[in-house]
């Protein structure tokens, strides 16, 4: 059990993914990944879709995939939210597969800039989904 925790609340707006104490949060950002860790500077982040992880206070990592949504850091409290959470083994493989070509299929058909960028994020969505849970394959 570790003293250089903070408190972290990872909600979507479906469940609580995760609340306690943590070690370490990692979020996927547009531009790579942050690190959360205690006394971290106080500020909100914007979070995009992709693999988060954190480490409890009794060192075990715990992965999920998250969606697009931010995080704000105020005196050693941490929230994570987010449209969506998932930890790898509650992923249906087979319903991220078909939502993958559902989105290819729909992407090149599609006929607006709008409808266009809207399949690109369900792509992505489900790209993140199937990496995830190969990566952690339980």
């Not at 570790?2 to 993914?17: E, G, H, R, W, Y």
């Not at 306690?20 to 106080?42: N, R, S, T, W």
Request: with cysteine; hydrophobic share 40%.
């Amino acid at each position: 059990m570790s003293t250089n925790t903070f408190f972290l609340q990872v909600i979507a707006t479906d469940k609580v993914f995760f609340k306690g104490m943590c070690q370490k949060l990692i979020i996927p950002l547009l531009d790579g990944e942050k690190a959360v860790l205690l006394h971290h500077e106080d500020m909100v982040i914007a979070v995009t879709m992709g693999e988060m992880r954190l480490m409890d206070d009794n060192d075990q990592w715990i992965h999920g995939v998250v969606g697009e949504g931010f995080v704000q850091i105020v005196n050693n409290r941490v929230t994570l939210l987010v449209d969506t959470a998932e930890r790898p083994e509650d992923i249906d493989e087979r319903r991220a597969q078909e939502a993958r070509e559902r989105a290819e299929e729909q992407l090149r058909q599609s006929k607006s800039i709008q409808e266009h960028s809207h399949f690109e994020a369900s792509l992505a969505r489900s790209l993140a989904r199937l990496r995830l849970k190969h990566k952690y394959e339980i």
